[in-house]
């Protein structure tokens, strides 16, 4: 079983839509959640970075984390073209050396 | 202001050659990393230093060799390169290895293509 499992899609919305991806762990020492937002040819940029359980918003980004679950989620609203792009779910324990274990990617596409 | 830059951006070269690239963070950070991009975009760690330590050696080929001169710097150099070792690489950084301060910062990648 992988660490971190992730569908990787695509995913196709139409402009407006909320835009709903998961992931799931199976490594209860995970503490810390990112979501990386990944253009095509680009490096992968920080979305959304959230500690243990609970909800975090910024902007049309929201992100949530369920430990009892081993389930985090990231919910964009009002999408735009824009946002298409693949989405990476990435974690780490809380203790040790920070290594990311990363999702497979989620691809999004947006259409106007 | 780049923010963790790369250089080259792209890299072409023959089996059996050596090249190195290189990585450098203006942030500020305490860690720098490694990854490897495969071509069906999993990213994966290979090395990470805090402090010019290394932190991370994952299970990688000895062919490839991380250097950090400095806190604001990690080079990878890679010798011998393999058809395998195409791909595209990407250095991050972090303010911190532990406590709440570890978030990771990418750079826009090298795509290394051995032919």
């Known amino acids: 079983q992988k660490e971190v499992e992730q569908d990787p899609g695509p995913l196709s919305v139409p402009e407006g839509a909320i835009v709903s991806l998961n992931c799931t762990y199976s490594?209860?020492?995970?503490?810390?959640f990112m979501w990386y937002r990944q253009y095509s040819r680009k490096g992968p940029e920080l979305l959304m970075y959230?500690?243990?359980?609970g909800n975090k918003e910024d902007g049309r980004f929201t992100a949530q984390v369920d430990k009892s679950s081993k389930y985090i989620s990231l919910f964009i609203r009002d999408s735009q073209p824009s946002d298409s792009a693949t989405y990476l779910c990435?974690?780490?324990?809380?203790?040790?050396?920070?290594?990311?274990?990363f999702g497979k990617g989620n691809q999004v596409v947006v259409i106007p | 202001d780049t923010a963790v830059s790369q250089t080259p951006k792209y890299l072409v070269t023959q089996m059996g050659n050596d090249k190195s690239i290189k990585c450098e963070q203006n942030?500020?950070?305490?860690?720098m990393y490694w990854y490897k991009q495969d071509s069906k975009k999993f990213l994966k760690i290979m090395f990470s230093?805090?402090?010019?330590?290394?932190?991370i050696n994952e299970t990688v080929p000895n062919r490839f060799s991380p250097k950090s001169p400095d806190k604001a710097h990690l080079n990878l150099h890679i010798n011998s390169l393999e058809l395998g070792d195409s791909a595209v690489y990407f250095c991050?950084?972090?303010?911190?290895?532990?406590?709440?301060?570890?978030?990771?910062?990418f750079g826009p990648g090298t795509r290394l293509t051995v032919t």
């Open positions: 990435a974690m780490s324990r809380a203790y040790g050396n920070n290594r990311l274990a």
């Open positions: 959230t500690y243990s359980s």
């Open positions: 991050a950084s972090s303010q911190d290895l532990t406590g709440d301060r570890r978030e990771q910062y």
């Open positions: 490594n209860s020492a995970f503490q810390y």
């Open positions: 230093y805090n402090n010019k330590e290394l932190i």
């Open positions: 942030l500020g950070h305490d860690t």
